[in-house]
């Protein structure tokens, strides 16, 4: 039997979104406020999911300090107060909506993790906006 646990972090960062391949009023009818020259920003919520077998000698998938460590060292040291569009390495070349730093922070977190145990990540942008990146079946 496999068992989830999830751990669940706070940052604050800030982002622009705008596609430089759009005019300045093409980029502010899509992206309205969101595409202010000046950015914006949001206190983001994390939760991270990891999904495995209990080690019979611990009955952990993996310590949650562990996970708690290697979700500070790889995202929140790099994202917390900075500006995505700007400062953090992994989002520099992207639009920054939700659903693309979910996919990155996915894609980051899954590299440090032991292969296949990363189930899902979802990231709260508002109490209302939330993007989940999660493991496909294939």
Request: charge should be negative; proline fraction near 4%; include cysteine.
């Given at each position: 039997?496999?068992?989830?646990?999830?751990?669940?972090?706070?940052?604050?960062?800030?982002?622009?979104?705008y596609n430089?391949?759009?005019?300045d009023e093409?980029?502010r009818?899509?992206?309205?406020?969101?595409?202010?020259?000046?950015?914006?920003?949001?206190?983001?919520v994390?939760?991270?999911?990891?999904?495995?077998?209990l080690?019979?000698a611990?009955?952990?998938?993996?310590n949650?300090?562990?996970?708690?460590?290697?979700?500070?060292?790889?995202?929140?040291?790099?994202?917390?107060?900075?500006?995505?569009?700007?400062d953090?390495?992994?989002?520099?070349?992207?639009?920054?909506?939700?659903?693309?730093?979910?996919?990155?922070?996915f894609?980051?977190?899954?590299?440090?993790?032991?292969?296949?145990?990363?189930?899902?990540?979802?990231?709260?942008?508002?109490?209302?906006?939330?993007?989940?990146a999660?493991?496909?079946?294939?």
């Amino acid at each position: 039997m496999k068992v989830s646990i999830t751990r669940k972090a706070h940052f604050t960062s800030g982002h622009r979104l705008y596609n430089p391949d759009f005019s300045d009023e093409e980029n502010r009818r899509i992206f309205g406020p969101c595409s202010n020259p000046n950015g914006h920003g949001h206190n983001y919520v994390l939760e991270v999911t990891v999904t495995g077998e209990l080690d019979p000698a611990t009955g952990m998938i993996m310590n949650l300090k562990e996970l708690k460590n290697i979700i500070n060292e790889h995202i929140i040291s790099r994202c917390d107060h900075k500006n995505f569009s700007v400062d953090v390495d992994f989002t520099r070349d992207i639009i920054p909506t939700a659903e693309n730093l979910a996919k990155r922070i996915f894609e980051v977190l899954d590299s440090k993790l032991p292969d296949g145990t990363l189930q899902r990540i979802k990231l709260f942008e508002t109490e209302n906006n939330i993007a989940i990146a999660e493991r496909g079946d294939g």
